[in-house]
């Protein structure tokens, strides 16, 4: 069997980090997307280095209008994307202004609509392609504070579902992990106190790995998955089922 190549876009961050690992030891070769934090990058090519396979890095701003460009005129041979890329943003909807919501949008709805649309004639006629994307508990459920956050989430939810329907005839599945509380620095702002009460809501009792989320990554994109298309599957320890 030839190389298999994934892109990861947001690779740099602790889930993308751990689906590029994941990936690597699997055989597959990477584009490794980033937008500022090409050092995590460089370290996550040396780390993958002894998996002996093609590690490419490619730095794009995806929360500008022409990132998506950036790094689709990047992508050659494409079996699989792993959308990946975003940010948290927390405040009350009063307070936020316009170039937050615009760039958020940008970043978590318009970016990867954009990028998927420029990048499917390259998985259209290869064998077992696949689309995963990270989206989020809170597109599903909601959440006070995080009203844009749980917006996008939940248009990227409906983006997967819908583009299942249009490519599978073509072959292609698509699909979407959505973790609930993940150890990452996207908790970082949270107080001790304050993750204790998250984990007491959770019935598994603790908060999930960026580990445990980039295993779901690569069952939608493996052979496992053949008949799998079209769902949003949670990976959030009970919380909110």
Request: a negative charge; proline letters at 3%.
């Amino acid at each position: 069997m030839g190389k298999r190549f994934a892109l990861i876009t947001g690779a740099s961050g602790g889930i993308g980090r751990e689906i590029a690992i994941k990936l690597a030891e699997e055989n597959y070769s990477l584009y490794l997307h980033y937008n500022s934090n090409e050092e995590a990058i460089m370290e996550l090519i040396e780390e993958l280095k002894p998996h002996q396979v093609e590690l490419i890095p490619i730095q794009a701003d995806l929360s500008k209008p022409d990132g998506y460009k950036v790094l689709a005129e990047n992508i050659f041979a494409l079996h699989a994307i792993v959308l990946n890329s975003g940010n948290s943003y927390y405040g009350l909807i009063s307070d936020m202004d316009d170039k937050v919501v615009s760039e958020m949008v940008q970043l978590h709805v318009t970016s990867p609509f954009q990028l998927t649309k420029e990048l499917l004639p390259k998985l259209m006629y290869q064998d077992r392609a696949a689309i995963v994307a990270v989206t989020s508990i809170w597109g599903q459920t909601g959440a006070s504070c995080e009203v844009l956050y749980s917006m996008v989430k939940g248009g990227q939810n409906a983006f997967i579902k819908a583009l299942s329907k249009e490519v599978s005839l073509n072959g292609i599945r698509v699909n979407a992990i959505a973790p609930g509380a993940i150890s990452t620095s996207m908790l970082e702002s949270f107080s001790a106190d304050d993750l204790e009460i998250i984990k007491g809501d959770i019935p598994m009792g603790r908060m999930g790995s960026a580990k445990e989320v980039a295993e779901a990554v690569f069952y939608l994109l493996s052979d496992k998955a053949s008949y799998i298309t079209g769902q949003i599957l949670g990976v959030n320890g009970g919380w909110y089922t």
